[in-house]
């Protein structure tokens, strides 16, 4: 009888565990997108995480208004991955992004669409901004 109760403690802490992993894997988090998960094919924590913000498919709920001035000032904590905001903007350019990248699992059919903007319409074409 002790040996019965011994292992349902362990299998029950075995599997605790394993649902305490996956519950920490960025990869069980946001939805693939054609056979590519939201973690993309990186095997770097920190870059799992990053590629599933990078990959989220949903609108962000009640996001907090910021200015360009606010992204711009790399001082400024306000603009973060993780931080849902809102901006309102001018395109200054749209173009495509870099090639086989980690969070589109390294595909070529899968690229980013980079969306550069700025505060005012007349800064279009001002590279330093």
Known sequence: MKFAH????IASVVVCSLQLVYAQD?????????HCPACGTTQRANL??????????????NPQPITV????????????????????????????GGKKETCNCKRTDLRDVHINVVADPSEVGNERN
């Open 26 to 34: 960025p990869c069980s988090q946001g939805t693939a997108f054609r």
């Open 6 to 9: 011994r292992l349902v403690l």
């Open 69 to 96: 001035a606010e992204i711009r000032d790399a001082a400024n904590a306000v603009f973060t991955p993780s931080r849902k905001v809102s901006v309102t903007t001018f395109v200054a350019s749209v173009v495509f």
């Open 48 to 61: 799992k995480q990053l590629n599933v913000l990078k990959n989220r498919g949903r609108k962000a709920t």
